[in-house]
């Protein structure tokens, strides 16, 4: 059996009901002619024909694997956070339970005293649901501890993580679905996927007493990519920081099956989705210490993917079993994109250690594009490679080293949005 993990459950069938049908990938056999992009609008200077070459140059390839392509999925396939349209949903409409034994510190083994004690005094007890959609102190203290990572006061929320395979932020979102059953979560996703995608770009909405995004799109350009290289003969894989039911649902808009969509996955627990979290390569569940984030995405591509079991997940490997192409937007995808062979595609959001790493171009893999809605305007300083870009497992800012240990050297902004 191919090692490539396969993950076929009655979630499948919810998806294809919630998101639509999708065409399945053709099996992997010489294409008649390679297959060509379609979308040229978007693209900066020459990164379609360099994408071009690199489908070009697999899609005649033959043997037991084909090439993998692995995507990043908010801000990278989208325009936008899933996870962030996802928690506005359940806060507007009161999806969120409460704690075991209304005890917030059961919600995230890395949530504080201070965030524990503000979200007891916001929050009612007693309760089945909690009713974030009319009590606003609740709805803004659980958003502010989501969003900021602090509480309303100010106060951290969230320590003792290891800041290269952990975000607890992200996390606590998929820990806060805890007590709803896989498919009712895929129809909160569902319901708020609805709603961003007819909402007017740049539309707002009510959350507690904030104003947060309200809209979502899909990124045409990425849609042709994925659409191209499935024609080509590439296995095409979303991992991503969101949870997963959540991913599940979005990732079929590109059509890309929940078996080939990784997010945060909770443990069950009696038929229903727990607190505590899967593990990966050394790290079992429930520890709560590993997720797809930066580290943590490359062992999940490894062990997922690849078939890679126990600590060997969490390496770099050989690079007969890596990705051909990666594409990312964020800090938190440097790892796996750096493991690419062929390309690495980064969206320009301005976040510092990617943008180093890419700037830098030290083996002539990485292209830079900037963000096809919306993109950032040039950047009027420097990245601080050399000093700061890089954050370390305890959270030291530190400079970004290339493979060999030599510092990168501080970037200036070249691709950016007008």
Known sequence: MNPRFRRITATAATVLALAGPVTAAPAHAKPAKCPTLKVSEGWYGDNRARLQELIDAHCADRGADRPVAVFDWDNTVIKNDVGDATMYWLLRNSRIRPPVNDDWTTTSRYLTPDAA????????T??????TATDTRCADEILSVYAEGATTTGSEAFAGFDHRRM???YAWLAQLLRGWTTRQVESFAA????????????????????????WVRYYEQQRDLVRTLR????????????????????????????????????????GRLGARLKGCGGVRDGEDSMI??????????????FGVRGPAAERVQPASRRQVFAAGDSDTDISFLRDATGLRLVLNRNKNELMCRAYDNSDGRWIVNPMFIEPKKERTSPYPCATTAYTAADGTAEPVRRADGSVVPDQWDSVFGS
Do not use: M
Not at 191 to 196: C, G, W
């Open 117 to 124: 004690a503000a979200l007891r005094d916001a929050c009612p």
């Open 126 to 131: 007693g309760v089945r649901t909690l009713p």
């Open 167 to 169: 975000e607890p932020q």
């Open 191 to 214: 319901a708020a996927r609805a709603e961003s995608l007819a909402a007017p770009i740049g539309a707002t909405q009510q959350v507690g007493t904030g104003d947060v995004t309200a």
């Open 231 to 270: 024609a080509a003969g590439f296995d095409i894989w979303i991992v991503s920081a969101s949870p997963e039911p959540v991913v599940d649902v979005w990732a079929r808009g590109v059509g890309i099956a929940p078996s080939h969509a990784i997010g945060i996955r909770n443990t069950i627990e009696h």
């Open 292 to 305: 797809t984030y930066i580290d943590g995405k490359r062992c999940w591509i490894n062990q997922e993917i």
